[in-house]
Nanobody, 123 residues
Framework: VQLQEWGHGLLKPSQTLSLTCAVY??????????YSWIRQPPGKGLEYMGA???????YHNPSLKSRTSISRDTSKNQFSLQLTSVTPEDTAVYYC????????????????WGQGTQVTVSS
């Protein structure tokens, strides 16, 4: 299994962050895995943002729920993250990740990781 993510790395405050993750080797509609987004701000620990399950059900970190949207494109075996109204506090390395248990990703862990995308929010 491999995850490959991409998206714009430099944003201005109030813009929307958009990242996409392609999954290779695991069909997202049939998988036992949860597909998630996790970020790590500079000098801080990993923060779970949310996840999407094989049935399309979406799970959010309550602290980010109002600004976070997670979706999928089953025809491309991809899932995506949108984070609205970004501020400099959203500067972080963003990872797409997979885990068999929702509790794993909710704790900032995963079985498989994307390569990470540095996102910087600055005016």
């Amino acid at each position: 299994v491999q995850l490959q993510e991409w998206g714009h790395g430099l944003l201005k405050p109030s813009q929307t962050l958009s990242l996409t993750c392609a999954v290779y080797g695991d069909p997202i509609t049939a998988s036992v895995y949860y597909y998630s987004w996790i970020r790590q701000p500079p000098g801080k620990g990993l923060e779970y943002m949310g996840a999407i399950a094989r049935d399309g059900g979406v799970y959010h970190n309550p602290s980010l729920k109002s600004r976070t949207s997670i979706s999928r494109d089953t025809s491309k075996n991809q899932f995506s993250l949108q984070l609205t109204s970004v501020t400099p506090e959203d500067t972080a390395v963003y990872y797409c990740a997979m885990a068999r248990e929702l509790s794993t990703v909710a704790g900032g862990g995963a079985d498989y990781w994307g390569q990470g995308t540095q996102v910087t929010v600055s005016s």
